[in-house]
T-cell receptor, first 120, second 119 residues
Framework: AQKVTQAQTEISVVEKEDVTLDCVYETRDTTYYLFWYKQPPSGELVFLIRRNSFDEQNEISGRYSWNFQKSTSSFNFTITASQVVDSAVYFCALSEYRYRPGNQGGKLIFGQGTELSVKP | DAGVIQSPRHEVTEMGQEVTLRCKPISGHDYLFWYRQTMMRGLELLIYFNNNVPIDDSGMPEDRFSAKMPNASFSTLKIQPSEPRDSAVYFC?????????????????FGPGTRLTVL
């Protein structure tokens, strides 16, 4: 069964610290997709990144970076030099693609989220 | 470009009343999803549509919940009768495709959500 685990419920850091949010996933499929979404205090869900299972290259976007390791089924998210505006709940999500009839691929399975608080 | 639009943003109603939540997906997106977010269960998929046709409604909690998509630019999620345990934030999301191709079009973009409180 598909499952996403974000073991860190809450993290609190001081501005300019680096912080890593962990994400561990379970899937039986060889083709799958991983996502990170941000939910700021205003409540909307903002897409951050999408990664497919064939691409293990790490990605960097400004102060954000993602480390994908299939060997450990992890897709961790690091914020460098954190800022107060980074305070939010961050969700990791998994989507499978199945070539079987009755394909139900594409459903996003979310982790429970990690609430990041960045203090000035 | 306009993102996913949901209305109302907040809804307070009394137990037993009918509640209708509305969603306008991003223009051109073929897939529309309804999610519910609660503290206890987190984010869970209720139902999704492809080209206005419901594909998977296995997440709909019970018969009190129903969803329709009469055209490509509008969907509703109805709860009748509503109960206090239905209190949650309901999100609508849309995408160009489903995960399954090596392209970014499967990414789901979410609306701002409707916060429902049933007293």
């Amino acid at each position: 069964a598909q499952k996403v685990t974000q073991a860190q419920t809450e993290i609190s850091v001081v501005e300019k610290e680096d912080v890593t949010l962990d994400c561990v996933y379970e899937t039986r499929d060889t083709t799958y997709y991983l996502f990170w979404y941000k939910q700021p205090p205003s409540g909307e869900l903002v897409f951050l990144i999408r990664r497919n299972s064939f691409d293990e290259q790490n990605e960097i976007s400004g102060r954000y970076s993602w480390n994908f390791q299939k060997s450990t089924s992890s897709f961790n998210f690091t914020i460098t030099a954190s800022q107060v505006v980074d305070s939010a709940v961050y969700f990791c999500a998994l989507s499978e693609y199945r070539y079987r009839p009755g394909n139900q691929g594409g459903k996003l399975i979310f982790g429970q989220g990690t609430e990041l608080s960045v203090k000035p | 470009d306009a993102g996913v639009i949901q209305s109302p943003r907040h809804e307070v109603t009394e137990m037993g009343q009918e509640v209708t939540l509305r969603c306008k997906p991003i223009s051109g997106h073929d897939y529309l999803f309804w999610y519910r977010q609660t503290m206890m269960r987190g984010l869970e998929l209720l139902i999704y549509f492809n080209n206005n046709v419901p594909i998977d409604d296995s997440g709909m909690p019970e018969d009190r919940f129903s969803a329709k998509m009469p055209n490509a630019s509008f969907s509703t999620l109805k709860i009748q009768p509503s109960e206090p345990r239905d209190s949650a934030v309901y999100f609508c999301a849309s995408s160009l495709g489903l995960a399954g191709a090596l392209r970014p079009t499967d990414t789901q973009y979410f609306g701002p959500g409707t916060r429902l409180t049933v007293l």
